[in-house]
């Protein structure tokens, strides 16, 4: 069986939570990872220099962490998923963890 890894260049990141709310996270830099191992698609965001503290601030605080994710790739493909955002205050960054299925399109 292989293993498989993908690192692909974020330019937009939109994410919706707590009911309706929804949010552009600005940011400096992001990739989506895609890693494949035993047939299982694995998938998360790591999104650097966050700069909407009230976001972080929120997620920190909030038991309810999960999202829907729309991520816009540099190279203008669009990707679709759900999961749970965790940010990393301290450090103005934060990481979303796909749960199920990433769609491409």
Avoid: C
């Avoid at 790591?46 to 994710?69: A, H, K, M």
């Amino acid at each position: 069986m292989s293993v498989g890894m993908e690192a692909i260049a974020l330019k937009s990141i939109a994410i919706s939570y707590d009911g309706n709310a929804s949010r552009i996270i600005p940011f400096q830099s992001a990739e989506l990872i895609t890693v494949t191992q035993y047939g299982d698609k694995l998938w998360y965001i790591d999104i650097s220099g966050v700069s909407d503290e009230e976001l972080l601030q929120w997620f920190s605080q909030s038991e309810d962490i999960g999202v829907g994710v729309i991520a816009t790739a540099e190279g203008g493909s669009v990707y679709r998923g759900e999961g749970y955002l965790h940010p990393n205050e301290p450090n103005k960054a934060a990481a979303i963890r796909g749960n199920g299925k990433l769609l491409e399109g």
